[in-house]
């Protein structure tokens, strides 16, 4: 059974450019949430989507930040311009709506130089 | 502010040296406290999910209580392939976590 895929697995890119993160949530889950973790603040939560409309997006931290949800199975994180304390881990995690477990992908390790 | 607060950030123990890990939590309708672990370059991997006071859950070597205020996550007897990182993670009502900075285990031969 294939758990949540992310894309890619690590990204560097120089400051000002744009990255896009991507990310498959396990097949049948309808809940789709972004986290970023980084050693000083831990992993804190961007943004979530149920059936692919987003419920909560406070947690994104400013305007250069975007995610979107397509279609059930993709969902896209994008930095526009990207800068260099966004220098994280970016995470991906799926969930049935209604039910609390929430499965990891791998992340993204973006590293902005 | 909600607030998810682990400590030690690190614990070294010996092989079948038993210790516990602590999560404290400020936070108003709790829905669900999770306990996950996460290896080096790997995403959280899902361990307890914890409902109300007085409630356990064990796996393994592994078990977790909650109170009021706070959960443990009590290691038994740990090998060294329960070294990791173990992160607490509160719900409210709403569906995203609330995670606590995590515990460093390094369980040595």
């Known amino acids: 059974d294939a758990g949540v895929i992310q894309s890619p697995r690590h990204e560097v890119t120089e400051m000002g450019q744009e990255v896009t993160l991507r990310c498959k949530p396990i097949?049948?889950?309808?809940?789709l949430f972004w986290y970023r973790q980084t050693m000083m603040r831990g992993l804190e939560l961007l943004i979530y989507?149920?059936?692919?409309?987003?419920?909560?997006d406070s947690g994104m931290p400013e305007d250069r930040f975007s995610a979107k949800m397509p279609n059930a199975s993709f969902s896209t994180l994008k930095i526009q311009p990207s800068e260099p304390r966004d220098s994280a881990v970016y995470f991906c995690a799926s969930s049935l709506f209604g039910q609390e477990t929430q499965y990891f992908g791998p992340g993204t390790r973006l590293l902005v130089l | 502010e909600d607030q998810v607060t682990q400590s030690p950030e690190a614990l070294r123990l010996q092989e079948g040296e038993s210790s516990s890990l602590n999560c404290s939590y400020t936070?108003?309708?709790?829905?669900?406290l999770f306990w996950y672990r996460q290896d080096p370059g790997k995403g959280p991997e899902f361990l307890f999910t914890l409902y109300s006071a007085g409630e356990e859950k064990e796996k393994e070597r592994l078990k977790a209580t909650l109170t009021k205020k706070e959960s443990f996550l009590h290691i038994t007897a740990p090998k060294p392939e329960d070294s990791a990182t173990y992160l607490c993670?509160?719900?409210?009502?709403?569906?995203?976590?609330?995670f606590g900075k995590g515990t460093h285990l390094i369980i040595q031969p």
């Open positions: 936070v108003s309708g709790l829905r669900g």
């Open positions: 097949s049948g889950h309808n809940s």
């Open positions: 989507f149920n059936n692919n409309v987003p419920i909560d």
């Open positions: 993670a509160v719900q409210l009502p709403g569906d995203g976590l609330t």
